[in-house]
C-alpha cells in the first residue's frame, strides 16, 4: 500500500540494508530514528542550514553598521597610528592591564629572527632551530577603566605588513582607534595620560632603543635593555665622574633656561673614542638608562644619503640621546686623495650633510650627540669642534684597576648586577650585612692577585670578558687560570681570530 505523501513518514523497510552482518546495532539505530522522523521537519531543517551564512554574514554585517553609527553618534575615538611610540605605550598598557587578565586565546607565531641585537653565533653557524616567537593578537576589545567604557581596536590590515619586519616585536607596529562612551575626547586623554605614566614606569629600568627600520623609512623600537649601570662601564674614574657631571648639569632645566637667555643652542657633543671592544657602546647605552633617555642609534656607514640622514634627525624627538657610531666611515673631501681601499668601508652621506645636521635646522635643542669612532686622528676639525663635540672621552684598553673592579663585579653577589638593584636597594644592603665580612674580604684579596697578573693596558675590556665568561662559575679558578690565559693572549696573533672562525664553519 502507497504511504500518503503528506504523511511524510518514510518507510523504514528496506531502507538500510547492511552489507555487512556486524552493523546490525547501528541500523537498528538508524531504522528507528528514520521511522520517526518527519520530512516536512527535515525540510524546514534543511532550509535553516542553508540560510544559516547568510544571516550569520547579516547579523555580523548589522553589527558593524551598528557599531559604526553608535561610534558615530555616542563615543568619542583618538586614532593612534601604527609606528608612533605613543602607539606602543597604549598597546603595552592595553596588553598588560586589560587583555592579559581576560587570557590571550589568540597569538600569532613566527620564526624568532632577532631577539633584541643577540645573536647566537653558535647557532647561526650549526643551523639550529631557532626559538618560535609567540605575539598577540586581537582586534577589538572592550573594557572599562574607572567609570568609563572604552574600547581599543587594532587595524589588523597594518598588523600583517608590520609582521613583515622580522624585528618587529608584535607590540605597537598596527593603527590604534581608542574611544569610550560619550561625546567628550577626555577620557581617552586621560587613559593616554595612564598610558604614558605606565610607559615611563617601565623605562626607569629598561632603555629603549630605537634604530631605523629595514627600508630606512622611519624610527623603530629595536631593542628595550635592562638598564645597565655606568659603574659596571670600567674606564678612567676621574673621566667617568666628570662625564656624569657634565651631562647631570647639562639636563638640569636652570641651564636650558641660562642657555635660552644667551641665546645659545641647548645641544651638548660627546666623542666617545678607542679601540674596539673598549665599551663605548656600552657607555651609551648606560648614560641613556642612568638619565632615563631613549637611545636613537644611527650608524654612518649605513646612511645611504644627506638626505636621508638629514629626514632620520627631524624625525628624532628631542630629549633623546642620538649615538652616531663609526663616524669616522663620513665622505670628506680628503678622502679622495686617499687610496681606493679605504673608500669601500665609507659612508654615502657627506662632512657636510653631518655637519648640517648636528647644528644646522634639523637639529633639534635638547638632545645628547654622541659621535663614537675607533679611529679619532681620521675626524675632520670642523666635526670636532667645540660646541659639535664638548667633551672627548677616551676609552682605552683596561688598566689593573679597572680590572680589579671588573673581577669583584663578576663575583659578586647577583644582586650587584641586576638592573633593577636600584629599585632592591635595601634587600642588597640587607643581604651584605648578612654575609660574613670575610667573604667581602676575600673576594677583595682575589681580585687584587688576579689584577696584579694583568699587564697594565693592554687587553680590551671585552677580551677580558670573554675570559670571565668561561670561568663565571669560580673566583678562585679564574685566579689560577689567569696567567695563562695573558700568556696566551699575548702570543697571539690577531689572525688568530679569523683562523678560528673558518675552523669552526669548516667543523659545521
Ligand atoms: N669598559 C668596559 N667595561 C665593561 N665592559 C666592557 C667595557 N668595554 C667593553 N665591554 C664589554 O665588551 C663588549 C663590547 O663592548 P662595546 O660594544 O660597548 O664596545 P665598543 O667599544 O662599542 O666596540 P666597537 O667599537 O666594536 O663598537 C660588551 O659586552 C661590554 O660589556
Known amino acids: 500500500m502507497a504511504l500518503p505523501f503528506h504523511t511524510g513518514i518514510v518507510g523504514s523497510y528496506g531502507l538500510l540494508t547492511p552489507h555487512i552482518q556486524d552493523l546490525g546495532f547501528i541500523k537498528d539505530v538508524l531504522e528507528r530514528w528514520a521511522s520517526g522522523l518527519d520530512i516536512t521537519r527535515l525540510g524546514s531543517l534543511a532550509a535553516c542550514v542553508s540560510v544559516a551564512p547568510v544571516a550569520w554574514r547579516f547579523l555580523k554585517a548589522a553589527w558593524v553598521e551598528s557599531f559604526h553609527w553608535t561610534r558615530r553618534l555616542f563615543m568619542a575615538s583618538v586614532t593612534v597610528p601604527g609606528r608612533d611610540p605613543l602607539n606602543r605605550n597604549v598597546m603595552s598598557w592595553v596588553l598588560t592591564n586589560i587583555v592579559q587578565h581576560r587570557g590571550i586565546r589568540s597569538f600569532t607565531a613566527r620564526t624568532q629572527v632577532q631577539a633584541g641585537d643577540f645573536v647566537d653565533r653558535a647557532a647561526l653557524l650549526k643551523k639550529k632551530r631557532r626559538e618560535v616567537q609567540y605575539l598577540p593578537h586581537f582586534d577589538t576589545t572592550f573594557f572599562w577603566h574607572g567609570c568609563c567604557l572604552y574600547f581599543v581596536s587594532r587595524s589588523l590590515d597594518s598588523f600583517h605588513t608590520s609582521m613583515n619586519d622580522p624585528t618587529y616585536d608584535g607590540i605597537g607596529g598596527e593603527e590604534l582607534t581608542l574611544g569610550c ?66 651631562i647631570r648639569k647639562y639636563l638640569d632645566p636652570s641651564t636650558k633656561r641660562l642657555y635660552q637667555s644667551r641665546s645659545m643652542p641647548y645641544r651638548r657633543g660627546y666623542l666617545f673614542f678607542g679601540p674596539p671592544g673598549t665599551g663605548k657602546s656600552s657607555l651609551s647605552t648606560a648614560i ?221
Open 288 to 508: 641613556a638608562g642612568e638619565f632615563g633617555l631613549d637611545l636613537y642609534e644611527v650608524k654612518i656607514p649605513c646612511v645611504a644619503s644627506d638626505q636621508d640622514l638629514e629626514q632620520m634627525f627631524q624625525e628624532i624627538p628631542p630629549q633623546c640621546i642620538v649615538l652616531l657610531e663609526d663616524v669616522d666611515a663620513i665622505w670628506t673631501d680628503r678622502d679622495s686623495e686617499k687610496d681606493e681601499s679605504q673608500a669601500t668601508a665609507k659612508s654615502s652621506c657627506t662632512l657636510s650633510g653631518l655637519l648640517n645636521v648636528l647644528d644646522g635646522v634639523g637639529s633639534a635643542e635638547g638632545r645628547i650627540v654622541i659621535l663614537t669612532t675607533n679611529k679619532p686622528d681620521r675626524l675632520d676639525s670642523a666635526l670636532v669642534r667645540p660646541g659639535r663635540v664638548d667633551m672627548k672621552v677616551m676609552l682605552g684598553n683596561i688598566s689593573r684597576k679597572s680590572a680589579e673592579q671588573m673581577f669583584i663585579r663578576m663575583f659578586a653577589p647577583d644582586i650587584e648586577s641586576s638592573p633593577l638593584a636600584a629599585n632592591s636597594h635595601s634587600d642588597a644592603t640587607e643581604s651584605s650585612t648578612k654575609h660574613p665580612l670575610l667573604e667581602a674580604e676575600t673576594l677583595q684579596e682575589l681580585a687584587l692577585e688576579f689584577s696584579l697578573q694583568i699587564p697594565e693596558d693592554t687587553f680590551t675590556p671585552s677580551q677580558l670578558q670573554g675570559f670571565f665568561q668561561l670561568h663565571l662559575n669560580s673566583a678562585t679558578e679564574a685566579v689560577a687560570n689567569i696567567s695563562s690565559w695573558v700568556e696566551r693572549e699575548l702570543y697571539r696573533s690577531p689572525l688568530d681570530d679569523d683562523i678560528s672562525v673558518v675552523s669552526e664553519e669548516r667543523a659545521s
Open 181 to 246: 562612551l560619550g561625546w567628550s575626547t577626555e577620557p581617552i586623554k586621560k587613559l593616554i595620560q595612564t598610558c604614558q605614566e605606565y610607559a615611563d614606569r617601565q623605562t626607569e629600568f629598561f632603555v629603549i632603543i630605537y634604530a631605523r627600520d629595514k627600508y630606512g623609512m622611519s624610527w623603530q623600537p629595536k631593542a628595550r635593555k635592562p638598564i645597565r649601570r655606568v659603574d659596571t662601564v670600567h674606564f678612567d674614574e676621574g673621566l667617568k665622574q666628570a662625564l656624569l657631571a657634565d
